[in-house]
Nanobody, 125 residues
């Protein structure tokens, strides 16, 4: 079992920045990769970014490339999502997720077994 707790969401004006954190506990040694997804009202959950836990290239959605950066701190069992140049269309609930089963396609929600409770990000114009 892995427990994930997100924090850092909030209300920000367009062009602003937020940093989301996801603290993992439990079977973190078995973690293959961590990801961030988001879900806006009335829309499907969509991939935002992912990072392998033990090294390797991170991935991000085209819609956030150049604006969002995913990073990790293995010592703290924490993954971050730095979000810059935020746009109103970034408004969503953001979820952190953990992949323990070495599922290689990190851009799909089905690759992740554990999910956090979500944190709201609201960007005003």
């Amino acid at each position: 079992q892995v427990q994930l707790v997100e924090s850092g969401g909030g209300l920000v004006q367009a062009g602003g920045s937020l940093r989301l954190s996801c603290a993992a506990s439990g079977r973190t040694r078995s973690t293959y990769a961590m990801g961030w997804f988001r879900q806006a009202p009335g829309k499907e959950r969509e991939f935002v970014a992912a990072i392998p836990w033990s090294g390797g290239m991170s991935r991000s959605a085209d819609s956030v490339k150049g604006r969002f950066t995913i990073s990790r701190d293995n010592a703290k069992n924490t993954v971050y999502l730095q979000m810059n140049s935020l746009k109103p269309e970034d408004t969503a609930v953001y979820y952190c997720a953990a992949n323990l089963d070495f599922r290689p396609v990190l851009t799909i929600a089905g690759a992740y077994e554990y999910w956090g409770q979500g944190t709201q990000v609201t960007v005003t114009s």
